[in-house]
């Protein structure tokens, strides 16, 4: 089944820590990527995206991360975490018949 | 420009009425989603539409949900006779229909509370 896989349920880190999130689709042909970010009580905000070129997307707040076509993987990467990111996080990939399907989600803890 | 506007924020119903949800999407976005928001479960795609057009509601329930998006006003997502397990936060999003960025924008949802 078309699918978006995101591995880690919870993570929980000290301040200064490197965070790598995992996501993994299952779509077939051309998807466009999301990260958004949830914090708590809010809405959901876009991170970054990607939809073509250099492979290496970078988002606000010093977020990145890494579309792998060969993997059909989209990993999140932020190399030093502060308390403020402590949120949970969703992958989304927009599909070439323009639905966007979310992944379960991570929910990140940084502790001071 | 304002946001994607969704209200209530919150609503509370008794077991067996009817609970309708609003989106109002961004200016000039034609494409709206709904997805559901259970603790632990993450964000589950309900429905997709386009103005005066369901394109894809592989993530509705069978019976009591249905939605709209009319050509004019906003989008409306409605449960029928709802019960406990209705409960859950109610997102919306909107995106345009063509453009270079194509990100969808969230509303600030809708958290049903069924009692």
């Known amino acids: 089944a078309q699918s978006v896989s995101q591995h880690n349920h919870h993570v929980i880190l000290s301040e200064a820590a490197s965070l790598e999130l995992g996501c993994n689709y299952s779509?077939?042909?051309?998807?466009?990527l999301f990260w958004y970010v949830q914090y708590p009580g809010q809405h959901l905000q876009l991170l970054l995206k990607?939809?073509?070129?250099?492979?290496l997307v970078k988002g606000i707040k010093g977020f990145e991360a890494e579309f792998i076509k060969s993997k059909f993987s989209f990993n999140l990467r932020k190399p030093s975490v502060q308390w403020s990111d402590t949120a949970e996080y969703f992958c989304?990939?927009?599909?070439?018949?323009?639905?966007?399907?979310f992944g379960t989600g991570t929910r990140l803890t940084v502790i001071p | 420009n304002a946001g994607v506007m969704q209200n209530p924020r919150h609503l509370v119903r008794r077991r067996g009425q009817e609970a309708r949800l609003r989106c109002s999407p961004m200016?000039?976005?034609?494409?709206v989603y709904w997805y559901r928001q259970l603790p632990e479960e993450g964000l589950k795609f309900m429905v997709y539409?386009?103005?005066?057009?369901?394109?894809?509601e592989s993530g509705m329930p069978k019976e009591r949900f249905s939605a709209e998006f009319p050509k004019e006003g906003p989008s409306i997502l409605r449960i029928q006779q709802v019960v406990r397990g209705d409960s859950a936060a109610y997102f919306c999003?909107?995106?345009?229909?063509?453009?270079?960025?194509?990100?969808?924008?969230f509303g600030q949802g809708t958290r049903l509370t069924v009692v």
């Open positions: 990607y939809f073509s070129g250099d492979p």
């Open positions: 989304a990939v927009r599909t070439g018949a323009n639905n966007l399907f």
């Open positions: 200016k000039g976005h034609s494409h």
């Open positions: 539409l386009q103005k005066e057009n369901i394109i894809d």
């Open positions: 779509y077939g042909g051309t998807v466009n």
């Open positions: 999003a909107s995106s345009p229909i063509t453009g270079v960025n194509l990100e969808a924008f």
